[in-house]
């Protein structure tokens, strides 16, 4: 009998053990931008596809409570989620990979944490107490690390560390996973992503540099589970071995992450590494179903083998730099892929165009999009750029400013208001198609106070948006201050711009359609942020569709 119930707490023990949610961390080394959140999402996709639920999250290691107030030149886009959180576009790529929304919980600043710290102080939760990072900066990020998994929604959660190692602003976090390693009822493996540069002198690939960020990462009291070096030729056995070697850890847990044609085949160039079962193995969980990855390799086939190629052009103020439209882009692959068409993308920056080289710079294109921002800094070209889309019928997808600067070109161009305009920019016009929103009139803090978040939106029938979504009731991220002033909406629709899509709750004009156009759509929401590999967004796909018609024709 004894025997009988010893064995029952073990299977129970056991039970306990593996219901609990498990961690990865995901460091980097060597050098910044080396894709770990493009690992992070391979591995997630794959251990989804086991069967696990997985989640991923962001640690970033700036002073900003959030990217909200960044320039898009030092950080690129700022991502949202459906409950309002401005974050990294790391979370993006988390969306884009798993199919899954992410929330605010999926992404922690050093802001984030040292204001909660700092207002627990004001609030005399350590009265007596010398407040310091270790241990009250380090037990506020391991709480937020723990965050997801005490939902209880998630097998396994991967935590992405921003930075590398070695930067100051990274090693709370460090230490942080350093004690959470020892925490006994927390199991958790470290995933570290290094760079070994290949010398065309000698014709070597050279391994001291991941040497050396190990040993780094040693001085911090943490042992990695698993590198992945990051290589633009293939590793041998005997790089792999001499890694291994030299940073105690087995030959297989050396994961080659050599380049690729595009983000999209990573998975499957990990799951050729069988980076899955490397961690599963550490983590002591069964390999599950084999990932088939179907609708994915059916989307890569159709990425690489389109039937036409199309042009469209990309008109905005941050071109530079595409991060600073990385969904847009994105999202436009998606729709391209699922249509069989491969999209260029010309990217125009819109100060560089005006009504007199507008024909010059797209007559040629398929289709305009011109994309969101703030200020009026290249406005006038986006304003040229629509006037030329419109007066030629080429197809048209404008996002949030994308779609102000178009009720304010039409006001001016169709209406004979001259002066019209948006009040963020011009606070005198006469015409203030585009005006404040009244819930914003008092707000005077930037960060975190936009109308941020999904909202829902009545879509109506007969229009080239409900023929996209194919539903009368949407839902739909926003980031904005200013909206269209509804004084002047009988006015629009009397010429033939009309509200396709309004709130329910406030009537705030959130699609706006030109009837007398092949298909002119332009949106106060941004769409980009809901398109996935797998769910490609029903506008993009409707605005390449319409633009590889117009390229047929």
Same mark, same amino acid.
């Given at each position: 009998m ?13 039970l ?10 995901v ?5 910044s931008s080396?894709g ?18 997985t989640?991923?999250q962001k640690l ?7 990217p ?6 030092e950080?690129g886009e700022?991502?949202?989620?459906d ?12 969306e884009?990979?798993?199919n ?11 802001g ?11 609030a ?5 107490k010398?407040v310091? *990072? @270790? ?6 990020i391991?709480?937020?690390?723990? #965050? +997801?998994?005490?939902?209880? /929604?998630? %097998?396994?959660?991967?935590?992405e560390?921003?930075?590398?190692v070695?930067d ?6 460090i230490?942080?996973?350093?004690q ?8 958790c ?13 000698s ?11 190990v040993?780094q ?5 943490v ?7 990051r ?8 790089v ?8 105690n850890?087995s030959?297989?847990? *050396? @994961?080659e ?7 999209y085949?990573?998975? #499957? +160039?990990?799951?050729?590494? /069988?980076? %899955? ?5 550490k983590l ?6 084999e ?15 389109p ?7 990309l ?14 882009s994105?999202?436009i692959?998606h729709?391209?892929a699922?249509?069989?068409?491969k999209?260029e993308?010309?990217?125009i920056?819109?100060?560089?165009i005006n009504e ?7 007559e ?9 921002g703030?200020?009026e ?5 986006k ?7 419109r007066e ?8 949030c ?13 169709v ?8 009040t963020?920019m ?5 015409f ?5 929103m ?11 106070t936009m ?8 879509v109506?029938?007969?229009?080239n948006?409900?023929?996209a979504y194919?539903?009368d ?8 201050r200013?909206?269209f ?5 009988g006015?629009?629709?009397k ?7 309004l709130?329910?709750e ?21 769409p980009?942020?809901?398109?996935t590999v797998?769910?490609?967004?029903p506008?993009?796909s ?7 018609d117009?390229h047929?024709?």
């Amino acid at each position: 009998m004894i025997i009988k119930f010893a064995a029952l707490i073990f299977i129970v023990s056991n039970l306990k053990m593996a219901s609990s949610t498990k961690y990865i961390f995901v460091t980097g080394g060597v050098a910044s931008s080396l894709g770990k959140g493009i690992i992070a999402a391979s591995l997630a996709k794959l251990l989804q596809a086991r069967g696990y639920s997985t989640t991923i999250q962001k640690l970033d290691p700036y002073i900003n409570i959030d990217p909200g107030t960044l320039n898009p030149y030092e950080h690129g886009e700022c991502f949202v989620t459906d409950d309002g959180a401005e974050t990294d576009l790391d979370l993006g790529h988390y969306e884009r990979y798993l199919n899954v929304p992410t929330s605010q919980a999926n992404n922690v600043t050093t802001g984030r944490i040292y204001q909660y710290v700092i207002n627990q102080e004001r609030a005399g939760a350590y009265l007596g107490k010398t407040v310091q *990072v @270790i241990p009250h900066i380090t037990d506020e990020i391991k709480r937020r690390i723990k #965050l +997801l998994g005490n939902t209880g /929604e998630y %097998d396994i959660v991967i935590t992405e560390i921003g930075g590398t190692v070695g930067d100051i602003e990274s090693l709370p976090y460090i230490e942080a996973v350093r004690q959470l390693k020892w925490e006994p009822d927390f199991d958790c493996i470290v995933l570290h992503l290094t760079f070994v540069p290949f010398l065309a002198a000698s014709g070597e690939l050279k391994t001291k540099p991941t040497q050396h960020s190990v040993k780094q990462l040693l001085e911090s009291g943490v042992q990695p589970d698993i590198l992945a070096l990051r290589t633009e030729h293939k590793l041998s056995e005997g790089v792999k071995e001499k890694v291994a070697l030299f940073c105690n850890i087995s030959p297989k847990a *050396v @994961i080659e992450a050599m380049d690729a044609d595009t983000i999209y085949d990573v998975p #499957l +160039l990990m799951q050729e590494e /069988e980076l %899955d079962k490397v961690v599963l193995d550490k983590l002591g969980l069964s390999y599950g179903e084999e990932p088939q990855l179907v609708a994915w390799k059916q989307f890569l086939t159709k990425l690489k083998n389109p039937k036409q190629t199309i042009k469209i052009g990309l008109v905005g103020k941050y071109t530079e730099l595409q991060d600073a439209y990385k969904s847009i882009s994105e999202a436009i692959i998606h729709a391209g892929a699922h249509i069989e068409t491969k999209v260029e993308v010309d990217w125009i920056h819109s100060e560089d165009i005006n009504e007199k080289n507008a024909k010059q710079l797209l007559e040629n294109l398929n289709g305009v999009l011109v994309a969101p921002g703030f200020g009026e800094r290249g406005i006038e070209g986006k304003i040229a750029a629509i006037k030329y889309a419109r007066e030629n019928k080429i197809p048209f997808f404008g996002i949030c400013l994308g779609m102000q600067c178009a009720v304010i070109e039409f006001g001016r161009n169709v209406l004979g208001l001259t002066d019209a305009h948006s009040t963020e920019m011009y606070p005198e016009t006469p015409f203030p198609v585009i005006y404040l929103m009244e819930s914003q009139k008092n707000i005077s803090d930037k960060g975190g106070t936009m109308r941020l978040g999904a909202y829902s939106c009545n879509v109506k029938e007969n229009s080239n948006a409900f023929t996209a979504y194919n539903s009368d009731k949407i839902q739909e991220r926003h980031r904005h201050r200013y909206e269209f002033n509804n004084k002047y909406l009988g006015d629009y629709e009397k010429q033939g711009m009309i509200a396709t899509g309004l709130n329910p709750e406030n009537n705030l004009v959130e699609i706006v359609e030109i009837t007398n156009h092949p298909w002119f759509i332009a949106v106060q929401f941004h769409p980009e942020y809901k398109s996935t590999v797998i769910n490609p967004h029903p506008l993009f796909s409707a605005f390449i569709k319409a633009a590889a018609d117009h390229h047929n024709k």
